[in-house]
């Protein structure tokens, strides 16, 4: 396999106020993690900077106006209780769609077999006309619609291991047969989406995963529901919402997935993306708030996807 891994070189630049979970050093954790002797055939690229007009592909027309408008002209201005912007936070989102778009580039012009893109802030929360939970722009729906723009892919699928289900990502998808979302998340927890009754246009498939439970619900979830439905999808690409707050050592909720679960639904993700789609995966991190945590989930996924 050919990875790719696009780090973001401006990642600091999105402040968020002391204390919070999502933070420059979880960038630090995983670049540190990455720089291991293991990862020395890794591909490695600084993300560019992207246009953040590509927004209008899933966003509202008015939502860049109003991102801009919540800006501070310095220090950290407030979204809502717990999603923050500050006034170079635009240029960090701007970078981390940017890089991407180059993992997309990579892997459809066959660069690279597969992508792990390390970039913040988050995604996945973000809906058509609001951001939430630590998100301030859906990076991976763009990408999904840069898929289908500029490649011409007829066919996206998108899932999602983050612990939190992605709100923002099924608001944008829910009625596009054409784009495939599955999401395992625990259930009850933030934000209080992804019931398994949750099907969209039949192109939806919510596992909902209960506190306390580990790797073997996890399996059992991937086995029954979301692996078969992603076979049977048949995409042209695999889009991956990189999640590592599943982790037992995560703060924000109680799953307690090991390094070792990472591994096991890359892995599995891979087969199918190996069956249907020529082996193409771009994989962009969105949650995991435990240091240690995160860069060992981060590390397990990376690996797999670098060696099989």
């Known amino acids: 396999m050919t990875t790719l891994l696009v780090s973001q070189p401006n990642f600091a630049d999105h402040r968020t106020p002391e204390g919070h ?21 890794l591909v490695r690229r600084e993300a560019p900077h992207g246009d953040l007009m590509l927004a209008e592909l899933v966003h509202d027309p008015h939502y860049l106006g109003l991102l801009r408008g919540a800006r501070p002209a310095e220090g950290i201005g407030q979204l809502d209780a717990d999603t923050f912007i500050s006034d170079r936070s635009l240029d960090t989102a701007a970078t981390g769609l940017g890089g991407a778009l180059a993992a997309l580039d990579a892997v459809l012009l066959g660069e690279a077999d597969n992508a792990f893109c390390a970039i913040r802030p988050p995604g996945h929360h973000a809906e058509i006309a609001r951001p939430m939970g630590f998100c301030l722009i859906n990076t991976i729906a763009i990408t999904a619609r840069e898929a289908q723009r500029k490649y011409g892919a007829e066919r996206i699928a998108i899932v999602d291991f983050d612990v939190h289900h992605g709100n923002g990502t099924q608001d944008i998808f829910k009625d596009d047969p054409d784009v495939f979302y599955a ?10 989406t992804g019931d398994p009754g949750e099907t969209g246009a039949g192109n939806i498939v919510n596992a909902g995963l209960s506190p306390g439970s580990g790797g073997e619900a996890m399996r059992e979830a991937y086995r029954d529901a979301i692996l078969p439905a992603l076979d ?68 397990q996924h990376v690996a797999t996807l670098l060696e099989g």
């Open 232 to 299: 049977d999808f048949a995409p042209d690409i695999v889009l991956i919402s990189a999640g590592f707050d599943a982790h037992i050592r995560d703060p924000l909720a109680q799953l307690e997935w090991v390094d070792e679960d990472f591994r096991w639904v890359t892995g599995k993700l891979m087969e199918v993306a190996g069956r249907r789609c020529s082996n193409r995966i771009v994989s962009l991190l969105e949650g995991g708030y435990d240091l240690e945590g995160l860069a060992g989930g981060a590390s």
């Open 21 to 41: 979970p999502e933070r420059a050093d979880r960038i630090r954790a995983v670049d540190e993690a990455l720089a291991a002797p293991r990862f020395e055939a």
């Open 183 to 192: 999401s395992s998340h625990q259930i009850p927890l933030y934000p209080g």
